[in-house]
């Protein structure tokens, strides 16, 4: 918290009242990467449903980009400590569901339909996945394919 503060230009005691504890604050980081992740995911269509393909390739580069890299980071330093992992996992969930619900929504996908929502939540899987792949090394020749492969899977399952 000492150090927050200092970088905040606040004094300890401004930053331990409004985050009593460490805990606090690190939840605090990760509801704001959180919410800032949820924002960039609803920006990038603000007309609603959008090419697919286009989705995809956006769905990703949220991934591989720095606000995933940050919240990469946060849920490293949840791991290993108890209080911290159940706080981050009770939120990544949360963010989980909204950020299968948008791009379903981005998607204009009917998931009453067999294999829609498991081709959603794949895309979403897949996306994470890239995006740690991307932490130590640009990957962009073969992700470019693996996006190009999956906006075939996702316009064939959608229809």
Same mark, same amino acid.
Request: no cysteine; net charge negative; hydrophobic share 45%.
């Given at each position: 918290?000492?150090?927050? +503060?200092? $970088?905040?230009?606040?004094?300890?005691?401004?930053?331990? #009242?409004?985050?009593?504890?460490?805990?606090?604050?690190?939840?605090?980081?990760?509801?704001?990467?959180?919410?800032?992740?949820?924002? *960039?995911?609803?920006? %990038?269509?603000?007309?609603?449903? !959008?090419? =697919? $393909? !286009?989705?995809?390739? *956006?769905?990703?580069?949220?991934?591989? @980009?720095?606000?995933?890299?940050? *919240?990469? #980071?946060?849920?490293? +330093?949840?791991?290993?400590?108890?209080? %911290? =992992? *159940?706080?981050?996992?009770?939120?990544?969930? =949360?963010?989980?569901?909204?950020?299968? $619900?948008?791009?379903?929504?981005?998607?204009? +996908?009917?998931?009453? /339909?067999?294999?829609?929502?498991?081709?959603?939540? @794949? %895309?979403?899987?897949?996306? =994470?996945?890239?995006?740690?792949?991307?932490?130590?090394?640009?990957?962009?020749? /073969?992700?470019?394919?693996?996006? +190009?492969?999956?906006?075939?899977?996702?316009?064939?399952? %959608?229809?």
């Amino acid at each position: 918290v000492s150090v927050v +503060a200092e $970088r905040a230009g606040v004094s300890r005691g401004a930053a331990q #009242h409004q985050f009593p504890t460490r805990e606090d604050l690190f939840t605090a980081a990760v509801e704001y990467v959180a919410e800032e992740r949820s924002t *960039a995911l609803r920006d %990038l269509f603000p007309d609603g449903p !959008a090419d =697919r $393909r !286009a989705v995809v390739e *956006a769905l990703v580069g949220l991934y591989t @980009g720095p606000l995933f890299r940050a *919240a990469l #980071h946060l849920w490293v +330093a949840a791991s290993n400590e108890d209080q %911290l =992992r *159940a706080r981050v996992t009770e939120l990544e969930a =949360r963010v989980g569901r909204e950020s299968h $619900r948008i791009a379903v929504d981005l998607l204009g +996908a009917d998931e009453s /339909r067999p294999g829609v929502r498991e081709t959603v939540q @794949g %895309l979403l899987d897949m996306a =994470r996945g890239l995006g740690l792949a991307n932490l130590l090394t640009d990957d962009t020749a /073969r992700r470019e394919r693996v996006v +190009a492969q999956w906006g075939t899977i996702v316009e064939e399952t %959608l229809g």
